[in-house]
């Protein structure tokens, strides 16, 4: 395999080089499963990632940068070559006159292009880590953990997901929105509160991992992560490329069911069970907007809602044709006095009547 120098910007340049450097990661990739519109995020999210760590250091810098990018596609392959190699190993095999913390951050930016994923020891806030005592497999192991023994499923009814849980529903229905991430730990975090939920945006290399499985990535968490994908954006409705076209025209639809089908079983879905669980307990919430006086498909508190509007309806009909009663029942009167007094002047003009009625008369 041939090292390939990376540059500060890939999505801009000729499909052959874009090529070049995704078989990099990927050596079995056939040229002809190549569209460099599918990798156009990944590609950005790799600029985005260098800019990142220019700005944070002078050694990333782009005035000299080029000595860097030569020394990540070189690790890039020692990494795919030795995947066992602990991280103080392949510090030590460097040459490098560079300050210190260069080499282990460029190592790290080497596993970040090779994972699709964030790697940064340097940064504290939920990025994978990679202590310098283990090889990339064991900081991937370390990272991802396995399921917890609450994601276990108890019954054949609490296995099923319905068929309708799709972000399409969860946008239209309850309000959520999308937020994408490069960072694959946090697939499918949900934030109640501001009502987003993340996805991981980078489905082509997922499907890349699960097709030529050389990196480190465990098998459980790249097939279910690629599942949850198409159990929330299902490529073959039109309401999908709706929801992807106002969410930055993501395109990975495209891509198909990657040769499985749709599934909607939850003991299917490995370590992100927990959270697909979670996805499926917003179902049991109230709907937002037009769709509270809707029926759910689940059919969930439709009666009470549909009781509580009818009774809201009802009592204001009531207290609009109480009003509308009242104000005609005021001009009736008003009008009956009017011809009380009329007939009254009337009668008074005859002498004998006006003298018949001194009341009314005098």
Known sequence: ?????????????????????????????????????????????????????????????????????????????????????????????????????????????????????????????????WDVNMDLGEAVVAAFGSASASDSINSTEDDNIPSYLTMHYLRTRYNYQVLWTNDIRQH????????????????????????????????????????????????????TRRVLKVNKDRTFYKLGYCGRKRCLKLSEYGPWRGRVSELRRILDDSPRGIYQLLSQKNGQKFIARATFWVTIFTTAAVLILGIIDAVH???????????????????????KAADALPKYCH
């Open 188 to 239: 499918l975090d949900i934030n109640s509160t501001h009502r987003q939920i993340k996805v991981y945006e980078h489905l082509v290399c997922l499907w890349n991992h699960f097709r030529f499985p050389a990196l480190p990535l465990p098998k459980d968490v790249i097939d279910g992560a690629i599942g949850t994908l198409f159990l929330l954006f299902p490529p073959d409705l039109k309401e």
């Open 1 to 129: 395999m041939t090292a390939i120098p990376i540059t500060l910007s890939l999505a801009p340049r000729s499909r052959e080089e874009q090529f070049r450097f995704v078989q990099n990661i990927w050596p079995k990739l056939p040229e002809g499963d190549f569209v460099s519109a599918d990798y156009q995020f990944f590609f950005e999210f790799i600029d985005q990632y260098l800019k990142e760590k220019s700005e944070k250091s002078d050694d990333f810098a782009p005035v000299r940068l080029d000595h860097t990018r030569d020394e990540i596609g070189k690790y890039m392959q020692r990494l795919q070559e030795q995947p066992t190699l602990k991280k103080v190993d392949l510090i030590s095999e460097s040459s490098s006159c560079a300050a210190d913390d260069v080499v282990p951050r460029t190592i790290e930016l080497a596993a970040t292009f090779l994972l699709g994923t964030p790697v940064d020891s340097d940064y504290k806030f939920g990025r994978m880590t």
């Open 329 to 351: 029942t005021t001009k009736s009167y008003r009008i009956f006095q009017k011809q009380l007094e009329v007939e009254t002047g009337v009668a008074c003009v005859d002498s």
